[in-house]
């Protein structure tokens, strides 16, 4: 599927806001409703919309931190990149898990309460993780910009 003006404003719309109403949306992008629907359905089938998610505010659910964490493995061999990532998906207040090129093999964002709470998650989960060799963590001061909408040309 090759995306065209009309899939690209769609996909903007509904990246702003994903309870938008179908007779809005098709408003919004100069759609009929029934072909606006369709190309709804074809985005999501197509892969191109992912899910539909509600974005929680974390001060407001008593997680405001954010603590950058890098991991670094004592081998990068296949079995041990497969046990660690499978383990940290199993950490609820892991986020986001990148495997990284450079000094250390992953990057993880986990949301924390205080910093009581990652000395916990640092000492019951973190340095508990298959094949941890150092872990290097930084403390978020301050949120400046944060996106879930990507930039679609």
């Known amino acids: 599927m090759q995306l ?4 690209r404003a769609i996909l903007e719309a509904l990246q702003e806001d994903g309870r938008i109403s179908n007779v809005q949306l098709a408003a919004r992008v100069n759609l009929s ?8 359905r074809a985005l999501e ?3 191109y919309i992912d899910r539909y998610v509600a974005l929680v505010n974390q001060s407001r659910v008593g997680l405001g931190g954010n603590v950058l964490v ?3 493995l004592h081998r990068e ?4 990149l497969a046990a660690f990532e499978a383990a940290v998906r199993n950490i609820p207040e892991v986020m986001e ?3 990284m ?3 250390f093999d992953y990057l993880l964002r986990v949301v924390v309460a205080d910093m009581a709470d990652f000395e916990r998650i640092h000492k019951e989960a973190l340095t508990r993780l298959p094949g941890v060799a150092r872990v290097n963590s930084s403390v978020a001061i301050r949120t400046v910009q ?3 909408e990507l930039p679609l040309r």
């Open 45 to 47: 089938d197509e892969g």
């Open 4 to 7: 065209d003006k009309y899939d």
């Open 77 to 80: 061999e296949q079995s041990e």
């Open 146 to 148: 944060k996106k879930t």
């Open 97 to 99: 898990c990148y495997l």
């Open 101 to 103: 090129t450079g000094e």
């Open 70 to 72: 890098h991991i670094g």
């Open 33 to 40: 409703e029934s072909a606006c629907l369709r190309r709804v």
